[in-house]
Structures are given as structure tokens and as C-alpha cells.
């Protein structure tokens, strides 16, 4: 089995900065995509930040110039850094990994349980 989890989230102001951690653990060969994602209360969730392997990085542009989105492979960790934060980021951010198991055929998807960031106006 593989899981993931988020922390980081918190409590913030207009303009203020907040790192979002991703730890994936359990039974892995290798991950494939990490990506970020928000919900925001009453909406749908929508892609924040994506990073490929070989860390090719994608934005939304609600969030670009303002949000990275990094990986750390050898300790099986994502990361989001947001600065210049916006009421319009509160959201649950939750994180998703494409994970091969050891042994396994085929990618498979897993998600976090997210992390609750509040910009307060």
C-alpha cells in the first residue's frame, strides 16, 4: 500500500508565504507525476501545480509566478511553496503521486487527504 501526507497548511495573511509538504511512503518502486491540487469550499477541485520525474513543472495560471512546485526523489517528498498569497487560495490542497509498487505492472494513482489553507482578507 502507498500513502501520502500532506501538512504545512495553516492560517495565513494577504501576502504571506506557506510551504505545503507531500510525504509518500509505503510499498514503491518509483513515482511517476506529483501533482497539487485545491479545493476550494463549494467547488470543484481544480490542478494547482504539477512536476514530472524529471521535474517539469506546470501551472495554473491563477498561480503562476507566485507557487513552485518541487520534489525531493530521494526521500519520497513534494513540496509546494506559495508566497504573495491571495484569499482566493483558501482551499483543502490535497496531493496526488502516480506510484509503481515494487513488483507491480502498471502506474497507479494515490491522493492525500489535504491540508487547509486559510489567507485571511
Known amino acids: 500500500q502507498v500513502q501520502l501526507v500532506e501538512s504545512g497548511g495553516d492560517l495565513v495573511e494577504i501576502g504571506g508565504s506557506l510551504r505545503l509538504s507531500c510525504q509518500v511512503s509505503?510499498?514503491?518502486?518509483?513515482?511517476?507525476?506529483m501533482a497539487w491540487y485545491r479545493r476550494a469550499p463549494g467547488q470543484q477541485r481544480d490542478l494547482v501545480a504539477s512536476?514530472?520525474?524529471?521535474?517539469?513543472?506546470e501551472y495554473d495560471d491563477s498561480v503562476k509566478g507566485r507557487f513552485t512546485i518541487t520534489r525531493d526523489d530521494a526521500v519520497n517528498k513534494g513540496y509546494l511553496d506559495m508566497k504573495d498569497l491571495k484569499p482566493d487560495d483558501t482551499a483543502v490542497y490535497s496531493c496526488?503521486?502516480?506510484?509503481?509498487?515494487?513488483?507491480?505492472?502498471?502506474?497507479?494513482?494515490?491522493w492525500g487527504q489535504g491540508t487547509q489553507v486559510t489567507v485571511s482578507s
Open positions: 496526488h503521486a502516480r506510484v509503481m509498487q515494487n513488483g507491480g505492472i502498471s502506474w497507479l494513482d494515490y
Open positions: 509505503g510499498d514503491i518502486w518509483r513515482i511517476n507525476r
Open positions: 512536476i514530472t520525474r524529471s521535474g517539469i513543472a
